[in-house]
């Protein structure tokens, strides 16, 4: 995952940094094509665990708030895959416009991810990771 320092902050003055998952690079998605997608997506999960695990500690010490804009797919496996950590929600508050990729780049990216290329998503929308009290 990659994750940015956002301009906006919450009203008590806490940073917001704004998440996205990092694609691995074009070439290995073609490697991941010879494995069942069910396969390469539940290695994905497992990376994300621990990846949620260390964006957990992060958020507590810097007294951070994590965002994202994304599609529902993701969004689903970001909600099962940070449970214990952080719940996901939806928002309105906060809209990103600019975040769709174009045809281009959501190839590349699912290409990337999975290695197939898998249709690009209508609906992208804002998601809040609010930090689970006591979370593990």
């Known amino acids: ?3 940015f320092q956002t301009n906006l902050v ?4 806490n940073p917001v ?8 690079s074009v070439k290995y998605g073609l490697k991941l094509k010879k494995y069942p997608k069910r396969m390469v997506v539940d290695e994905l999960k497992k990376d994300l665990i621990k ?3 260390i964006l957990s500690f992060f958020c507590q010490n810097k007294r951070a ?9 993701m969004a689903h496996i970001w909600k099962t895959t940070s449970q214990g950590y952080f719940n996901v929600v939806g928002t309105e508050v906060v809209k990103d416009p600019f975040v769709k990729p174009n045809w281009l780049q959501w190839v590349i990216l699912s290409l990337s991810t999975t290695g197939r290329v898998s249709p690009k998503p209508k ?6 990771f609010n930090a689970v009290e006591g979370g593990d």
């Open 1 to 3: 995952m990659i994750i």
């Open 10 to 13: 919450t009203p008590t003055g």
């Open 17 to 24: 940094f704004e998440l996205h998952h990092r694609p691995y």
């Open 51 to 53: 990846d949620f695990e």
């Open 65 to 73: 708030h994590l965002i994202t804009v994304t599609h529902s797919s």
């Open 123 to 128: 609906k992208w929308s804002t998601f809040v």
